[in-house]
């Protein structure tokens, strides 16, 4: 009997992809405080084993962890985050916002978290996120941070911006370094976009992905993965359409050691 031919794994890119599949947003989803020490360890009690999450540049060029620009959302600071110096931003309470179970949590040095992960054999995907008017500086200097902080590490870091400039800089600082581009939406050109920043992945924002893109994607070159999934049946439709990577806050729904698409 002859086989049945699959066009999206004819499409698909050759050689291994070092990372797992399934991947915790900002540490354990919502489980815990994003982007702090405490929500990766809750993100690894369920058994994931790669996590993504955003780093940025304190005044004094310290690379750390947190999402948004301002401090107010997710700590007891107020103001740009990027105005402060770390000694500053290190005295701030970043896990009583979620809860008071976490309260005293500390905002998260991109070297405890290098030290951490690589300790317990993880993988990241690290987000740069500048603060507004730094992005070549962002990505040049946590470029250039990661390459020394894993230098040992047989699986580097995935980085990733929808700064394009921040990529460049990082391409530039450290050329060895998988990149990727991060898209809010689908655009016509968005594979010759990652290509251009000599990116290995475009990581698309799931309403944006079907399994035409994802083989545009594969034909390419390039790995294609997506945020922020929570729904069992988006997911599986993406499994099945050819993903290679998803990332998600349901840590608590979603078993990382499942087979995607099975």
């Excluded at 390419?220 to 599986?236: C, H, I």
Aim: net charge negative.
């Amino acid at each position: 009997m002859q086989a049945t031919r699959d066009p999206l794994a004819e499409s698909a890119p050759a050689g291994p992809w070092p990372y797992p599949r399934w991947i915790a947003h900002r540490g354990a989803g919502k489980l815990a405080p994003e982007n702090t020490l405490v929500a990766f360890k809750r993100g690894a009690s369920y058994g994931y084993q790669m996590f993504e999450c955003d780093v940025k540049l304190s005044a004094d060029g310290e690379a750390f962890l947190l999402h948004d620009a301002e401090l107010a959302r997710t700590t007891s600071g107020h103001g740009l985050a990027g105005a402060m110096n770390w000694a500053e931003l290190s005295r701030l309470d970043a896990g009583g916002w979620h809860s008071p179970a976490f309260a005293g949590e500390p905002l998260l040095h991109l070297d405890a978290l290098a030290a951490w992960l690589q300790a317990e054999g993880q993988a990241v995907n690290l987000e740069i996120k500048p603060t507004p008017g730094t992005d070549r500086l962002t990505g040049e200097v946590v470029a250039k941070r990661v390459e020394q902080l894993w230098a040992g590490s047989e699986v580097k870091p995935l980085l990733s911006s929808f700064q394009s400039e921040a990529l460049a800089a990082a391409r530039d600082a450290v050329p060895s370094l998988p990149r990727a581009l991060l898209l809010t939406e689908w655009v016509p050109n968005a594979v010759a976009l990652a290509l251009d920043l000599g990116c290995i992945a475009l990581v698309v924002q799931h309403a944006g992905l079907d399994a035409p893109r994802i083989a545009e994607g594969h034909r390419a070159g390039l790995r294609m993965l997506t945020y922020t999934v929570n729904e069992p049946e988006r997911a599986q439709a993406l499994w099945s359409a050819g993903l290679d990577g998803l990332i998600t806050d349901r840590v608590d729904l979603f078993d990382p050691r499942s087979v995607p698409g099975a």
